[in-house]
Nanobody, 123 residues
Framework: QVELVESGGGLVQAGGSLRLSCAAS????????MGWFRQAPGKERDFVAAISRSGGSTYYADSVKDRFTISRDNAKNTVYLQMNSLKPEDTAVYYC????????????????WGQGTQVTVSS
């Protein structure tokens, strides 16, 4: 089992940047592929990005490709989401997720998730 705690959300103007962090508990962080999802008010939770256990493979939703970057530091049990060129439509609660299978995350499935952090982008 792994517990996930997100941080780094906030209010930013369109065109700005934010970096989200997700700290994971436990000594088996490197055993999990990690991902980020987001949920806007009244909408379903959508896949944003995923990273393999080693960090060697990444995958992005088309809507964030070339703007967002997912990375991880296995020594710090932390995964990051660097978000650049933010748009108002990026406004959502962002959730960190973990799964033992990288391919499951790529199709929007996961076993563990955090409480989320709010990102608001003003126009």
């Amino acid at each position: 089992q792994v517990e996930l705690v997100e941080s780094g959300g906030g209010l930013v103007q369109a065109g700005g940047s934010l970096r989200l962090s997700c700290a994971a508990s436990g000594r088996t962080f490197s055993s999990y592929a990690m991902g980020w999802f987001r949920q806007a008010p009244g909408k379903e939770r959508d896949f944003v990005a995923a990273i393999s256990r080693s960090g060697g493979s990444t995958y992005y939703a088309d809507s964030v490709k070339d703007r967002f970057t997912i990375s991880r530091d296995n020594a710090k049990n932390t995964v990051y989401l660097q978000m650049n060129s933010l748009k108002p439509e990026d406004t959502a609660v962002y959730y960190c997720a973990a799964d033992g299978d990288y391919q499951r995350l790529r199709v929007g499935l996961y076993s563990y998730w955090g409480q989320g952090t709010q990102v608001t982008v003003s126009s």
